[in-house]
């Protein structure tokens, strides 16, 4: 039997939980890439230096763990996102061994259970889908 495109989208994956952190200055945008859900999450304390994205890592934690768990509110049940983190600022020259591993163990330390440092152009949704099934 073959099925239609809407009986496809019926039947999506329940457990696909894939996002997209955009890093800003003292602010993260995050995106649900199967609801098409977004949200900004300001810090209450600045995160970012004048020398780095994420100069204070304690409260960029706070704030993405706390954007994170306001995505999700409401449901039941939600799987360890697979997550894109693209800092957008403070990186013209690439990002060091240390500020990458920042990155990643933010989205990580927030819940994550993968998690791809992304540098360069905004990705659409196929291409966040496609940096994570690398």
């Not at 989208?9 to 199967?34: A, C, G, Q, S, W």
């Not at 990186?91 to 500020?99: A, F, I, N, Q, Y």
Request: charged residues 20%; proline residues 5%.
């Amino acid at each position: 039997m073959r099925q239609t495109r809407s009986q496809t989208i019926m039947f999506r994956n329940p457990f696909k939980n894939t996002l997209y952190i955009k890093v800003h200055p003292n602010r993260f945008d995050l995106k649900h890439i199967e609801s098409g859900k977004s949200l900004s999450a300001v810090s209450p304390t600045p995160f970012t230096t004048s020398r780095l994205l994420v100069g204070q890592f304690l409260a960029a934690h706070e704030t993405l763990k706390a954007a994170i768990k306001s995505l999700y509110a409401g449901q039941l049940f939600a799987p360890s996102p697979v997550a894109v983190i693209h800092p957008l600022e403070k990186c013209e020259d690439g990002l060091s061994e240390v500020e990458e591993r920042a990155l990643h163990e933010l989205a990580a330390g927030a819940g994550a259970r993968k998690v791809v440092v992304w540098v360069g152009h905004a990705l659409s949704d196929s291409e966040v889908l496609a940096k994570l099934s690398t």
